[in-house]
Every structure is written in C-alpha cells, then in structure tokens.
C-alpha cells in the first residue's frame, strides 16, 4: 500500500503565499521523480513543477520565480513553496510520485487526493 497526501491548501489574497506539501508513506523502496500537478475548473491538469531524486528541478513558465519545489528524500515528501500568488493559480493541487514499491520490478505513478489553493481578493 502507497499513499500520497497532500496539505497546506487554503484561501489566500492576491500577492500572497501559500505552501504545500506531500508525503509518501507505504511499501517504498524508492522514489524517483515527484511533481505538482494542478487543475482548476473547466480545465485541463498541468504541471506545475516536478523534482527529481538529485534535486533538480522543473517549473511551468507561469510560476517561475514565484514557485519553488523541493525534496526531502529521507522522508518521502515534496514541497511547494508558491509567492506572489495571483487569481489564476487558484486550483486543486496534486501531488504526483513515480515510485518503486518493495518487492516490485518497475516504477508505477501515484497520486495524491488533491488539495483546494483558492486565491481570491
């Protein structure tokens, strides 16, 4: 069993910050890339920003300079630090982990359950 949750969703104003995290927990051996997802209404989900085991990173141009994600590899989580956070980031944010679960020969994608970020003046 693997379970991604997400937390640190909330209601924020216009230019303000907000940050999220992830934690996987279960049967992991390890975990290779995790990733921010997001989808708002009536729209299709996309990547926000992704992290992979070394750190190295990846954002949408819609975030860059205002989003930074980070690993901590020892616990299984990523987080989302998000600034200057303007209307159109108001969302559900998805946590996303490409991971190898003990006992397994490959790597699977899981999910988390999503968490509301509702920017709004």
């Known amino acids: 069993q693997v379970q991604l949750v997400e937390s640190g969703g909330g209601l924020v104003q216009p230019g303000g910050s907000l940050r999220l995290s992830c934690a996987a927990s279960?049967?992991?051996?390890?975990?290779?890339?995790m990733t921010w997802y997001r989808q708002a209404p009536g729209k299709e989900r996309e990547l926000v920003a992704s992290v992979s085991s070394d750190g190295s990173t990846r954002y949408r141009d819609s975030v860059k300079g205002r989003f930074t994600a980070s690993r901590e590899n020892a616990k299984n989580t990523v987080s989302l630090q998000m600034n200057s956070l303007q209307l159109e980031d108001t969302a559900v944010y998805y946590c996303?982990?490409?991971?190898?679960?003990?006992?397994?020969?490959?790597?699977?994608?899981?999910w988390g359950q999503g968490t509301q970020v509702t920017v709004s003046p």
């Open positions: 996303n982990a490409n991971l190898l679960r003990v006992g397994s020969p490959y790597y699977s994608d899981y």
């Open positions: 279960g049967n992991i051996f390890r975990i290779n890339v």
